[in-house]
C-alpha cells in the first residue's frame, strides 16, 4: 500500500500536501508548529485535520506492520500460498488481516484440535468432500480406537464435524459476510438483570433497536448498565439468513455427508463463528461510540478553553459549603492572590451577616468588578447571597455561576501546593474558582481534561486515547492563542509546541532566577532548550514589553527580516508596533500587492497574510473577538418560579449527543433536547451551538419533583412567522444596466449584433 496516496485519496488532499505533511511529521515537527508556520507546505491544513490526518496515518502504518508480521508466520509455517498473499495485501483494516491469520493462529486446545490430534482430519476431508460414493459410517469405522478415545463410529464422525465446524469458522471469506450482515440486520437488544430493580435504565429493561439505528449515547448507557450489573445486553440476529450464507458455500450435495457438513456448519455457527462476531460487534460499537463521545468532549472542551476571559478584572472566587464554610479569595487582573477568608453566608444570621461585611469589606478595599462562583454544594444559597449584596452597588459588580469540575482535583494536587504553598488546600479551590473566569484556558490547563466535565460517560472512555486526544486540544487551544513567557505556569507552558514538563520547570526557574524575560532569543540560556525546540515553540510565546516589539506577536523569529522589510515597504516602522500596531498596513499592502511582496520578501502568501494581521494588532487574542460570558446581577429565580413559556437567557454549559445543557440562572441546568435546537433537522448540537456561548431559550416543561426543566431554542409561532414571511419577501428587483432604446428581441437579428460590436 502506498500511504501517502491512501491518504490523498481519503482525505481528498492534493498528494504534494500530503507528503510535505507526513515528512514534517516525520521530522518530528509538533502539530501546532505545523498548521502555523508551514502552511506553504501544508497547504493551509488545520490543527485539526492535521491531527485526523497523523491518527489515520499511525493506522495505516500499524497495519503495513500486522501485514508484514502476518506474511512472516505463514510463510514460516510453510502455509503460504499465492491467494493468501493477495489477500493479505488487499486488507484494509486490520480485522481483516486477523481473520485471514485465524487460520495458522496457534490456538488453545479445542474439540477440533483434539480431534486432528487424533488423527480424524482425513476423514473430515472425506466428508467435505460429499461424493455421493461415500458411507460416512463405513469410512468411520477405519479411525475407531480406543487409545485415542474413538471408542466408535458416532465418536470418530463426531470429530470430523467438529474440524469442519472450526475450519468454516476460520474462513475469512465467511466472517466478513457474517460480520457484515449482523451490522446491517442484527439487532441490540437488552433486558433487565432484576426487573424490580429501580435504577437509571429503566428504559432499557425491555430494549431492543436494529444495529444501524442505535445512537452512540445508547451503546454507551447500555455498556454502562451491563457494566453495573442492572442489565443483560446482547447481538441478535436471523439464524436462518446467517447460516444460508455458510450452506451455500459448503453444502454441495443432498446426500449424507452433505447432511453431516450441513449440521457441522450449524454448529460451527452457533458455537464458534456468532458468538466471535456478536462480542465483534459489540466491541466496535462501543469503540465507535467512545470515538464519537472522545470527538464531542474534544469539541466541548476546546469551546470552553477558548470561551472569552475577563481581563484586567479584581475577582471574588467563592468556593460554597455548608459546614465547613465558603472559601473565599479576591484575585488582582493578573491572577495575584490579594486576600482570602472563610465565610458562613447559610448559617446563622449572625454568621450570614458577618459574611455579608466581609464580602463587601472585598469589594470596597479591592474594588472587585465581579463575583465567581462555584457550581457545586451550596450553590444555589451562596447565590442568593451574592445577589442580595451587589444590590447596593448599583450595577458596578456583577457574578457568574462557573463549573468547578476539578477544582477540588487540582486544589490537593502537587501543582497546587507548589504554587500556593502558602495556603490551605480550601482555599486554592476559592483561587482557581476566580482564576476561571479570569482565564478559563490558563487556569483549567493544569486540571485533567476528562475532570474538567463537558463530556458524556467520560470515565467509560478508554483512557489512553482520551488522554491523547484531549491533550492534543489543550496543546492546539493553548499554542492558538499564545502565552507570556514572563507571567505563564509551568503548567501552561508545558502545553507549548516543542516544551515538556521539563523544559517548562527549567523556564520557570531560570525566570526566577535571572528576572523577566527580555526577549526571545533568551530562550536559548534555557537548561535542555536546544534549537529544534526553539524552533517549534518560540512563535508561540510572547515577551510584552521587551528588547524587540516583534517578540509581543505570533510572527516567528525565522521571519522577522520578512516582517521588518514589509514594514518598510508600506512605510512603518517597528516602532508602530510598541505603539499599537501597524494600522492601515492591509490596505498598503494590497495596494503594492500582495503577491509581488511574496515574491520580493521570499515567503508564501499565506505566511505574508499572517504576518500582515499580527503587524496590525501585536499582542492580539483570538478570544477577545468572541461575545463576552454573560454575567449576572440580582433577581435570581428557583425552579418553582418557572412556567412554561417564558423567555430566559442562559449559558452552554454541555453538550452531549441528544441535546444541551443551558444554565438558566436557578439551581439546575435545563435540557434542550437536539430537536429544540432549532427548526431545521441537525445531526448533532455542535452543529448549532457551542460551549458558553449565550442563548435565548423559551421553557418547555417543568417537574419540580425530579428537578428537571425542558428548554427549547426554537422560535415561537410568532417568530417563526415572521422569519418565513422575512424569507418569502421579494427580493430588490435588480437595476436595469442596458442601454435606452435596447430591444431584447433585436438580439434575434444577427446583423444588429454585428453593428453592436
Avoid: W
Avoid at 85 to 97: D, G, R, W
Avoid at 446 to 469: C, F, L, T
Amino acid at each position: 500500500m502506498d500511504i501517502n496516496k491512501t491518504l490523498a485519496k481519503e482525505f481528498g488532499l492534493r498528494q504534494e500536501q500530503v507528503d510535505n505533511t507526513v515528512e514534517l511529521i516525520d521530522d518530528d515537527k509538533t502539530i501546532p508548529f505545523i498548521a502555523r508556520y508551514r502552511k506553504e507546505l501544508t497547504g493551509s491544513l488545520d490543527d485539526q485535520i492535521l491531527r485526523e490526518l497523523y491518527d489515520r496515518l499511525m493506522y495505516l502504518r500499524n497495519l503495513e506492520k500486522r501485514k508484514e508480521e502476518v506474511t512472516n508466520a505463514i510463510t514460516e509455517q510453510e502455509k503460504m500460498t499465492p491467494e493468501i498473499e493477495a489477500a493479505i495485501s488487499a486488507a484494509l483494516t486490520l480485522v481483516e488481516v486477523e481473520d485471514i491469520y485465524r487460520p495458522f493462529k496457534p490456538k488453545r486446545r479445542t474439540r477440533a484440535g483434539i480431534a486432528r490430534e487424533n488423527g480424524l482430519e482425513p476423514l473430515a476431508e472425506l466428508l467435505i468432500a460429499q461424493e455421493n460414493a461415500t458411507d460416512p459410517e463405513k469410512e468411520a469405522e477405519a479411525f475407531i480406537d480406543e487409545e485415542k478415545k474413538i471408542p466408535d463410529v458416532q465418536t470418530a464422525i463426531q470429530g470430523a464435524m467438529d474440524i469442519i465446524a472450526e475450519d468454516i469458522s476460520d474462513d475469512a471469506d465467511i466472517r466478513k459476510k457474517l460480520r457484515a450482515l449482523a451490522g446491517e440486520k442484527g439487532e441490540l437488544v437488552s433486558k433487565a438483570s432484576d426487573p424490580e430493580a429501580e435504577s437509571v435504565y429503566m428504559n432499557y429493561y425491555e430494549y431492543s433497536e436494529p444495529i444501524p439505528k442505535v445512537a452512540n449515547h445508547r451503546v454507551l448507557a447500555l455498556d454502562r448498565g451491563e457494566k453495573e450489573g442492572f442489565l443483560k445486553v446482547a447481538v441478535t440476529l436471523d439464524e436462518t439468513l446467517a447460516t444460508d450464507i455458510i450452506l451455500g458455500k459448503y453444502v454441495k450435495a443432498n446426500n449424507a455427508c452433505g447432511e453431516l457438513v450441513r449440521a457441522a456448519a450449524e454448529d460451527g455457527y452457533k458455537r464458534l463463528i456468532f458468538p466471535s462476531i456478536e462480542r465483534e460487534i459489540r466491541s466496535e460499537m462501543s469503540a465507535k461510540a467512545a470515538e464519537e463521545s472522545i470527538k464531542v468532549f474534544a469539541a466541548n472542551l476546546r469551546q470552553m478553553l477558548l470561551q472569552p476571559p475577563l481581563k484586567n478584572s479584581v475577582i471574588l472566587g467563592l468556593d460554597p459549603g455548608y459546614a465547613h464554610g465558603c472559601k473565599s479569595a479576591v484575585i488582582d487582573g493578573t491572577g495575584k492572590v490579594l486576600d482570602t477568608a472563610i465565610i458562613y453566608p447559610t448559617g446563622s444570621a449572625g454568621a450570614v451577616e458577618a459574611a455579608k461585611k466581609k464580602v463587601k469589606q472585598f469589594i470596597d478595599k479591592y474594588d472587585v468588578s465581579a463575583i465567581s462562583i462555584g457550581n457545586g454544594t451550596a450553590s444555589r444559597e451562596t447565590e442568593s447571597f451574592t445577589a442580595d449584596i451587589i444590590k447596593d452597588y448599583a450595577g458596578k459588580v456583577s457574578y457568574m455561576i462557573v463549573n468547578e469540575a476539578g477544582a477540588s482535583v487540582y486544589s490537593a494536587s502537587k501543582l497546587a501546593a507548589e504554587e500556593f504553598p502558602e495556603y490551605d488546600v480550601s482555599i486554592r479551590g476559592a483561587i482557581s474558582i476566580a482564576r476561571r473566569l479570569q482565564d478559563p484556558l490558563a487556569e483549567l490547563v493544569k486540571i485533567e481534561p476528562k475532570a474538567i466535565g463537558v463530556g458524556q460517560y467520560q470515565h467509560d472512555m478508554p483512557q489512553a486515547r482520551m488522554s491523547e486526544a484531549l491533550g492534543g486540544v489543550v496543546e492546539d487551544c493553548v499554542n492558538s492563542v499564545g502565552v507570556d513567557l514572563n507571567t505563564a505556569s509551568y503548567s501552561l507552558l508545558s502545553y507549548i509546541a516543542g516544551i515538556n514538563s521539563a523544559v517548562a520547570k527549567n523556564i520557570v526557574a531560570y525566570r526566577e532566577e535571572n528576572g523577566k524575560f527580555t526577549d526571545r532569543k533568551e530562550l536559548m540560556k534555557v537548561p535542555k532548550l536546544g534549537k529544534k525546540a526553539f524552533e517549534q515553540c518560540a512563535g508561540f510565546l510572547r515577551v510584552r514589553d521587551g528588547k524587540n516589539p516583534l517578540d509581543n506577536t505570533a510572527v516567528h523569529p525565522e521571519s522577522y527580516a520578512a516582517a521588518t522589510s514589509l514594514l518598510n515597504e508600506c512605510g512603518f516602522t517597528l516602532a508602530d508596533i510598541s505603539n499599537g500596531g501597524a494600522e492601515g498596513i492591509s490596505e498598503k499592502a494590497d495596494g503594492l500587492g500582495v503577491e509581488n511582496i511574496s515574491t520580493n520578501l521570499g515567503i508564501g502568501v499565506p505566511t505574508l497574510t499572517d504576518i500582515i494581521g499580527e503587524l496590525k494588532k501585536p499582542g492580539r487574542d483570538l478570544r477577545d473577538e468572541l461575545p463576552p460570558p454573560l454575567m449576572r446581577s440580582g433577581d435570581i429565580m428557583e425552579i418553582k418560579d418557572l412556567k412554561p413559556g417564558m423567555e430566559l437567557v442562559g449559558t452552554v454549559r454541555n453538550i452531549i449527543d441528544f441535546g444541551v445543557f443551558v444554565d438558566i440562572g436557578v439551581h439546575e441546568d435545563g435540557l434542550v433536547h437536539i430537536s429544540q435546537i432549532c427548526s431545521k433537522y441537525i445531526k448533532h448540537p455542535l452543529e448549532a451551538v457551542k460551549v458558553g456561548e449565550v442563548v435565548k431559550v423559551r421553557v418547555l416543561d417543568v417537574d419540580v419533583k425530579r428537578s428537571r426543566i425542558s428548554l427549547t431554542m426554537r422560535l415561537n409561532d410568532e417568530e417563526e412567522k415572521k422569519k418565513q414571511a422575512s424569507e418569502r419577501r421579494p427580493k430588490k428587483k435588480r437595476e436595469d444596466r442596458r442601454p435606452k432604446g435596447f430591444d431584447a428581441s433585436q438580439l434575434r437579428n444577427s446583423s444588429f449584433r454585428i453593428k453592436q460590436k
